[in-house]
């Protein structure tokens, strides 16, 4: 399985992006897909994730409300899109993906795309 994030850039405070996933290989083998973000100086985080077949979705509570997770199963393609960003919003962003069900373990995930970089301005 291979991801390719992309959609990030700088953005001011109160601004959007959407971030994109695309799954290619054995996409199908994977379950769930999710986002997760590291921001400097600080640890891997989950942010949201959500279910390829049901499309039941999760999210931390730092972005519950702001964020939305979709996925286009016929594009094998994730979406993340930010509303009302904040700087504290600032980190690289990672698409992931696992055969099991929601979790917000880094380990437990088993598949990670290249990261793409989301930078918000006050």
């Known amino acids: 399985v291979q991801l390719q994030a992309s959609g990030g850039g700088s953005v001011q405070a109160g601004g959007s992006l959407r971030l994109s996933c695309v799954v290619a290989g054995s996409g199908s083998s994977s379950s769930s897909m999710g986002w997760f973000r590291r921001a400097p100086g600080k640890e891997r985080e989950f942010v949201a994730d959500i279910s390829w077949s049901f499309g039941s979705t999760y999210y931390a509570g730092s972005v519950k409300g702001r964020f939305a997770i979709s996925r286009d199963n016929a594009k094998n393609t994730v979406y993340l899109q930010m509303n009302s960003l904040k700087p504290e919003d600032t980190a690289v962003y990672y698409c992931?993906?696992?055969?099991?069900?929601?979790?917000?373990?880094?380990?437990?995930?088993?598949?990670w795309g290249q990261g793409t970089q989301v930078t918000v301005s006050s």
């Open positions: 992931s993906a696992r055969s099991g069900s929601h979790t917000l373990v880094v380990a437990l995930w088993d598949y």
